[in-house]
């Protein structure tokens, strides 16, 4: 009997991590992996980043070590989490078939996360059919190992909920046989979509308006001082408006002295704070956030060849869990046929 709460997360191999994901999803699994209280399962999901970059296969080949590398780096811990890679375990895409005859191509469709995804990509009506049902293959990835918590950012809920119906219609048909997951968001509303540095209202690699967690200070520096405050802040003695202030949302999502913070934004909605002052302090905060993160990054980065057993560790003990996964559902729907077939 399993005492510990089972946990998966991952993200797609599409470049370095960002701000953005730290705070609406890694600091949680953080929290999560170092409570002690759960079984955490944490992936690469490398075949679900072939979905869009099927023709740029060496991009995502690059971002697998590149994530290999984040994930150690921000203190996900291989003796305290199971880190894997997606297409090392085949049993997931037989589970996908499985599901994918649950699932109608209109429910696909009327998918927020992918219809977003798919505006944003400018796919319109040449969708990749792989990326169509990516959120399947996410439903495949959960249940795999029986995961009851996903921590994943605002964007991601619809999958979590899609993938809630998959295992409702599963079992309605064939039994009792997957466990029901839950998805688990930042108590931090800010922190749940990061805006970009740009001041638009998501953070993208694709975007090219982020602050990667592998940025070197003087890279960090130089974003933030080009970072969207409020335009009609044109004198010092100006007041100025922080609700849409990029550089305030920031600080309050990374900054150590919320007090300080508050006083800070007092002071510049009634006028007589400058932008460089504020900005300049947030330099001060996300250096004091990165620096730890950055120097763990260039350890790990000088022996690659331990990085990578990690990973292959990780990935033979989480394809024993899908293997016994997929024998129960292979069971549950029947399309066991041969003496043997079991072992």
């Known amino acids: 009997m399993r005492k510990r709460i089972r946990l998966l997360t991952g993200d797609r191999p599409t470049g370095s991590l960002h701000v953005g994901h730290y705070a609406g999803s890694i600091k949680n699994r953080l929290e999560l992996q170092n409570s002690g209280k759960y079984d955490c399962f944490v992936f690469i999901a490398d075949m679900q980043a072939l979905t869009d970059n099927a023709f740029n296969p060496r991009k995502v080949r ?32 037989e589970i996908c078939m499985y599901y994918m005859n649950l699932v109608t191509v209109a429910r696909l469709q009327r998918n927020p996360t992918v219809k977003d995804e798919i505006k944003q ?15 399947v293959s996410q439903a495949a990835d959960i249940t795999a190992f029986d995961a009851e918590i996903v921590p994943v950012g605002e964007d991601q809920m619809p999958v979590i909920e899609q993938t809630r119906e998959i295992v409702h219609a599963f079992n ?23 805006p ?31 970072m969207y405050t409020d335009p009609n802040h044109i004198r010092v003695e100006d007041p100025g408006d922080t609700k849409n202030n990029v550089v305030f949302k920031y600080l309050e999502i990374f900054g150590r002295d919320q007090k300080k913070v508050a006083e800070m934004k007092a002071h510049y909605q009634r006028g007589g704070l400058g932008d460089v002052v504020v900005k300049k302090y947030l330099i001060e905060e996300m250096e004091a956030f990165l ?13 690659m060849d331990k990085v990578y057993k990690i990973f292959e560790e990780g ?20 399309v066991e046929y041969f003496k043997g077939e079991e072992e």
């Open 121 to 135: 990509h400018n796919f319109e009506k040449s969708v990749p059919a792989g990326f169509l049902v990516y959120p």
């Open 172 to 194: 309605r048909i064939y039994g009792d046989v997957l466990v029901m997951p839950r998805g688990v968001m930042p108590e931090n509303i800010l922190a749940r979509r990061v």
């Open 196 to 226: 970009g540095i740009d001041g638009q209202a998501k953070m993208g690699k694709s975007i090219g308006n982020c602050i990667y967690l592998k940025d070197d200070a003087d890279t960090v520096r130089k974003k933030i001082m080009s």
């Open 315 to 334: 990935t033979k003990r989480a394809r024993k869990i899908a293997k016994q996964t997929l024998k129960r559902i292979r069971k549950a729907v029947g």
């Open 291 to 303: 620096a730890p993160i950055r120097a763990r990054r260039q350890e790990y980065e000088k022996d």
């Open 62 to 93: 690059d971002s697998v070590k590149e994530l290999m590398l984040d994930y150690l780096a921000v203190g996900l811990d291989p003796k305290k989490c199971t880190l894997f890679v997606q297409s090392g375990i085949p049993e997931l895409a």
